[in-house]
């Protein structure tokens, strides 16, 4: 609602349209065999079996600290359930069982039934609750005494009578369910100072009193481990020492997996069906019926090509002239899918080739916009002569290398903000670029409609002017991408650019000063600062961009000073002016912050070979006073 008010109706819809178009990548649980190693990845080699976290596909990419070798004696059908067995692991870990204790595992679905096999392994008497009772006959059948919750019977009862009336001494909850009963049924089976950890998902409405009387202990247990979702661990391959961290998500993994190769964790009768995977709707559909299912494998086949790279849209290629456009896109995430892509085919943008480190993407956004291919092979896309012009939207990053590339490659390059994150980026970009091929930097502000007319009005005033920029940005965690110094810049040099340009293209004058000022907050990337700036023609302007507004508050406003006159541009919904005759204060339906006709100025500048719509100069400047500023 914050937004629709702020940004309006329109662009809030297409906001929630996107989201839930979303598509996601199914699964987290596979084994297969390692085809490549990354520079830098250790404890792997071609032809390694291994048990990962990689989602369901024939070709994954997997940080090394979320995949663990499986040992000869483990079949690719027992490895499969690795992760899922880790997540129990992880539960137990935090109970901190000892040998002859008596736990209580409340839900034996396949979690629930590796973490019971897991318990019994660790010299524990296993109890098991579930209130179906073909689960709770397989559970038998793998030695674990196990009550049938639908029987009618007392559960809490049951755990007395075989505790001897002393209660269990923790509880492992396993169970799905908006319910809060099990939560409550554990409180009442625990004995004094007894231990209950969460690994499934339940209602969390606690009685006070079950777990005051007996002080008994609560715990939510996070998914496989420590280093979940840590990026420094996980992506960045940065172990925890073990001398410190015993268990990590990868040390859990191996210790899975060791369990299986000595027989104290069984798998094979948790498995109740196998699809090939050109099968994989019938499985889904499957897991989504009232018919039993349980452990569900997915095959593939074992003659996937790791080489194989591309697929083949359901559309035509086009054949176009050298001078007609022809855009092959590198980068399929948020920004690409749901603002640029969408602009560049409503102004009537051909699509070659769409690139990204997973296929998911490409394959799901080029389908819907008219793309001939998808691929996760840039080098390919560049050295492809048939487009003629490549749109960069990567992480920050990546941008100044994949400039170079297409600019070597002779292709016109329009590449989201910012252009690059160093210095030395900024020359290599500068020296790649000879002037026969387009570069372009997608600042849009310039060339929205409320924007453009304030423009005009400006023009014909005379002496220098005054700028005041707002930004109302937000808050982002600090563990954004975009935070990071290294992958992101920051958001000065990765949004805040906009407005120096936009600064930069209404005074119509080279900056001669650009300061710093930042909050006192001692982030890395501060996100609340403010920039002063001094043009040659004696304009200044003020670029406020804060972190630490309401959302209910509009993001971005200009006001302009000049000739005895204020100009006011609202979120790019609403100009107004003072002292200005003639001019009625504009309004539009919903927000246009120039996306679309950024992009077909870029369009146009290639078919007629005329003017960039942005000076290049223009580009390297503002992004060498930007860089100035950060390394201050």
Same mark, same amino acid.
């Given at each position: 609602?914050?937004?629709?008010?702020?940004d309006?109706?329109?662009?809030?819809?297409?906001?929630?349209?996107?989201?839930?178009?979303?598509?996601?990548p199914?699964g987290y649980?596979?084994?297969?065999?390692v085809?490549?190693?990354?520079?830098?990845?250790?404890?792997?080699?071609?032809g390694?079996?291994?048990?990962?976290n990689?989602?369901?596909?024939?070709?994954?990419?997997?940080p090394?600290?979320?995949?663990?070798?499986?040992?000869?004696?483990v079949?690719?059908?027992?490895?499969?359930?690795?992760?899922?067995?880790?997540?129990?692991?992880?539960?137990?870990?935090?109970?901190?069982?000892?040998?002859?204790?008596?736990?209580?595992?409340?839900?034996?679905?396949?979690?629930?039934?590796?973490?019971?096999?897991?318990?019994?392994?660790?010299?524990?008497?296993v109890l098991?609750?579930?209130?179906?009772?073909?689960k709770?006959a397989?559970?038998?059948?793998?030695?674990?005494?196990?009550?049938?919750l639908?029987?009618?019977?007392?559960?809490?009862?049951?755990?007395?009578?075989?505790?001897?009336?002393?209660?269990?001494?923790?509880?492992?909850i396993?169970?799905?369910?908006?319910?809060?009963?099990?939560?409550?049924v554990?409180?009442?089976?625990?004995?004094?100072?007894?231990?209950?950890?969460l690994v499934?998902?339940?209602?969390?409405?606690?009685?006070?009193?079950?777990?005051?009387?007996?002080?008994?202990?609560?715990?939510?247990?996070c998914?496989?481990g420590?280093?979940?979702?840590?990026?420094?661990?996980?992506q960045?391959?940065h172990?925890?020492?073990?001398?410190?961290?015993?268990?990590?998500?990868?040390?859990?993994?191996?210790?899975?997996?060791?369990?299986?190769a000595?027989?104290?964790?069984?798998?094979?009768?948790?498995?109740?069906?196998?699809?090939?995977?050109?099968?994989?709707?019938?499985?889904?559909?499957?897991l989504?019926?009232?018919?039993?299912?349980?452990?569900?494998?997915l095959?593939?086949?074992?003659?996937?090509?790791?080489?194989?790279?591309?697929?083949?849209?359901?559309?035509?290629?086009?054949?176009?002239?050298?001078s007609?456009?022809?855009?092959s896109?590198?980068?399929?995430?948020n920004?690409?899918?749901?603002?640029?892509?969408?602009?560049?085919?409503?102004?009537?943008?051909?699509?070659?080739?769409?690139?990204?480190?997973s296929?998911?993407?490409?394959? #799901?956004?080029g389908?819907?916009?008219?793309?001939?291919?998808a691929?996760?092979?840039?080098?390919?896309?560049?050295?492809?002569?048939?487009a003629?012009?490549?749109?960069?939207?990567?992480?920050?990053?990546?941008?100044?290398s994949?400039?170079?590339?297409?600019?070597?490659a002779?292709?016109h390059?329009?590449?989201?903000?910012?252009?690059?994150?160093?210095?030395?980026?900024?020359?290599?970009?500068?020296?790649?670029?000879?002037?026969?091929?387009?570069?372009?930097?997608?600042?849009?502000?310039r060339?929205?409609?409320?924007l453009?007319?304030?423009?005009? #009005?400006?023009?014909?005033?005379?002496?220098?002017?005054?700028?005041?920029?707002?930004?109302?940005?937000?808050?982002?965690?600090?563990?954004?991408?975009?935070?990071?110094?290294?992958?992101?810049g920051?958001?000065?040099?990765?949004?805040?650019?906009?407005?120096?340009?936009?600064?930069?293209?209404?005074?119509?004058?080279?900056?001669?000063?650009?300061q710093?000022?930042?909050?006192?907050?001692?982030?890395?990337?501060?996100?609340?600062?403010?920039?002063q700036?001094?043009?040659?023609?004696?304009?200044i302007?003020?670029?406020h961009?804060?972190?630490?507004?309401?959302?209910?508050?509009?993001k971005?406003?200009?006001e302009v000073f000049?000739?005895?006159?204020?100009?006011?541009?609202?979120?790019?919904?609403?100009?107004?002016?003072w002292?200005?005759?003639?001019?009625?204060?504009?309004?539009?339906?919903s927000?246009?912050?120039?996306?679309?006709a950024c992009?077909?100025?870029?369009?146009?500048?290639?078919e007629?070979?005329?003017?960039?719509?942005?000076?290049?100069?223009e580009?390297?400047?503002?992004?060498?006073?930007?860089?100035?500023?950060?390394?201050?």
């Amino acid at each position: 609602m914050d937004k629709a008010r702020t940004d309006g109706l329109l662009t809030t819809f297409d906001a929630v349209r996107y989201k839930l178009d979303q598509p996601l990548p199914l699964g987290y649980c596979n084994v297969g065999t390692v085809v490549a190693v990354g520079e830098g990845v250790s404890g792997f080699q071609v032809g390694d079996r291994v048990s990962s976290n990689g989602p369901h596909a024939e070709l994954v990419a997997v940080p090394q600290h979320l995949c663990a070798p499986i040992p000869p004696d483990v079949s690719d059908e027992a490895a499969a359930f690795t992760v899922l067995a880790s997540i129990g692991l992880q539960g137990i870990r935090l109970a901190n069982p000892t040998l002859g204790e008596t736990f209580v595992v409340s839900g034996l679905g396949l979690i629930g039934l590796l973490t019971a096999q897991l318990l019994a392994a660790q010299g524990c008497r296993v109890l098991g609750l579930d209130p179906d009772s073909s689960k709770c006959a397989l559970a038998e059948k793998l030695g674990i005494v196990s009550f049938h919750l639908t029987s009618g019977a007392d559960p809490v009862a049951w755990c007395l009578e075989y505790t001897s009336g002393v209660g269990a001494d923790g509880v492992l909850i396993t169970a799905a369910t908006p319910s809060s009963e099990p939560v409550h049924v554990a409180a009442k089976a625990c004995r004094q100072r007894g231990r209950i950890v969460l690994v499934g998902v339940t209602g969390l409405e606690l009685r006070r009193d079950l777990f005051y009387k007996k002080e008994l202990s609560f715990q939510v247990s996070c998914s496989y481990g420590p280093g979940r979702y840590d990026p420094v661990y996980e992506q960045h391959g940065h172990d925890y020492p073990i001398g410190f961290v015993r268990w990590t998500e990868q040390r859990n993994f191996q210790a899975v997996l060791h369990a299986m190769a000595t027989g104290s964790l069984h798998t094979k009768a948790l498995i109740s069906h196998r699809f090939p995977i050109d099968q994989a709707s019938d499985a889904y559909e499957l897991l989504s019926s009232s018919e039993p299912s349980l452990g569900i494998l997915l095959r593939y086949p074992q003659t996937a090509d790791p080489e194989q790279r591309v697929i083949q849209l359901p559309v035509t290629a086009e054949s176009v002239a050298a001078s007609q456009p022809l855009l092959s896109v590198i980068g399929a995430g948020n920004y690409a899918s749901r603002i640029l892509i969408p602009a560049f085919a409503k102004v009537g943008g051909r699509f070659h080739t769409l690139a990204a480190s997973s296929g998911i993407g490409p394959v #799901h956004v080029g389908r819907k916009f008219g793309f001939y291919q998808a691929s996760t092979d840039i080098a390919a896309l560049l050295a492809d002569p048939i487009a003629n012009s490549v749109v960069i939207a990567t992480r920050h990053d990546s941008h100044a290398s994949l400039v170079q590339l297409a600019l070597d490659a002779g292709k016109h390059v329009f590449v989201e903000k910012p252009l690059c994150l160093t210095a030395d980026e900024l020359s290599a970009v500068e020296a790649a670029h000879s002037g026969n091929a387009l570069l372009m930097v997608g600042f849009n502000r310039r060339f929205a409609p409320l924007l453009i007319e304030l423009q005009q #009005h400006l023009s014909r005033l005379s002496g220098p002017k005054a700028f005041v920029y707002t930004c109302n940005a937000g808050a982002l965690p600090g563990d954004h991408w975009t935070q990071d110094p290294a992958a992101g810049g920051g958001r000065l040099l990765g949004e805040a650019c906009h407005f120096v340009d936009l600064l930069r293209f209404l005074a119509a004058s080279p900056i001669e000063d650009l300061q710093l000022i930042n909050a006192a907050d001692c982030k890395p990337c501060p996100d609340t600062f403010s920039m002063q700036l001094r043009f040659a023609d004696g304009s200044i302007g003020t670029v406020h961009y804060f972190a630490n507004g309401s959302k209910a508050f509009p993001k971005e406003r200009l006001e302009v000073f000049a000739d005895g006159k204020v100009l006011q541009l609202d979120n790019f919904r609403k100009l107004k002016a003072w002292g200005i005759l003639g001019l009625r204060t504009r309004r539009l339906l919903s927000q246009d912050k120039g996306q679309e006709a950024c992009c077909k100025a870029f369009l146009k500048a290639i078919e007629t070979g005329g003017s960039p719509p942005i000076p290049v100069e223009e580009i390297f400047e503002v992004q060498r006073w930007l860089l100035r500023a950060v390394n201050r």
